[in-house]
């Protein structure tokens, strides 16, 4: 199975950081106010970047590591894709 760290962004342009095994259901999810308590209010969420990873793990630690990282060079990453 695979997994993907992905990065979303919320109407109010901020960037939600998160892992799924299921891209498209995990925006609906999102949308559907049921995703996390921060999208929640931040409706519409758009996934505007994903990564894929062979185990939830590796997934995982890739978020743990965007979490991290400033605004800017978060815009940076998903300009590369």
């Known amino acids: 199975m695979k997994y993907y760290f992905y990065l979303a962004r919320c109407s109010d342009e901020s960037f939600y950081a998160g892992y799924t095994k299921n891209i498209e259901e995990r925006e609906k999810t999102h949308n559907a106010g049921k995703g996390a308590k921060y999208t929640a209010s931040r409706r519409p969420v758009k996934i ?8 939830q ?3 995982m630690q890739r978020e743990i590591e965007i979490k991290k990282w400033t605004r800017t060079k978060k815009e940076k990453l998903i300009q590369k894709k």
Do not use: L
């Open 48 to 55: 505007i970047y994903w990564e894929k990873f062979e185990t």
């Open 57 to 59: 793990k590796e997934a």
